[in-house]
């Protein structure tokens, strides 16, 4: 694991814990951040972090809170408070 896959799973656990503790714009900018240096290096972004943040407003999502979480035919429907929808297949 280099060193920027290291960072984001760091900027990972910061959005997270900033989103617990009610700070929003926080765990935004962490959020922003990690995607930004993903793109930058050429890496994949770890899928728990793929599924847990928007990326329409690049929120980082805990259901119940901010997001609301539905299971349909064959796949999960998360949406973001700013309406923003994502899909995932499950089986």
């Known amino acids: 694991m280099g060193i920027a ?3 984001i799973d760091r900027l990972h656990d910061l959005a997270r814990r900033a989103a617990r503790e009610g700070d929003d714009d ?3 900018k962490y959020v922003r951040l990690a995607r930004r240096l993903a793109e930058r290096n050429r890496l994949r972004l770890p899928r728990e972090f ?3 943040t928007c990326d329409a407003c690049d929120a980082y999502l805990i259901p119940g ?3 609301r979480v539905r ?3 064959g796949h999960v429907v998360v949406t973001c408070d700013c309406g923003a929808q994502s899909r995932y297949p499950y089986e």
Do not use: L, V, Y
Request: no cysteine; net charge positive; aromatic share 6%.
């Open 26 to 28: 926080r765990a935004r």
């Open 50 to 52: 793929r599924r847990f």
């Open 5 to 7: 896959a290291e960072r």
């Open 65 to 67: 809170r901010n997001a």
């Open 71 to 73: 299971t349909r035919d």
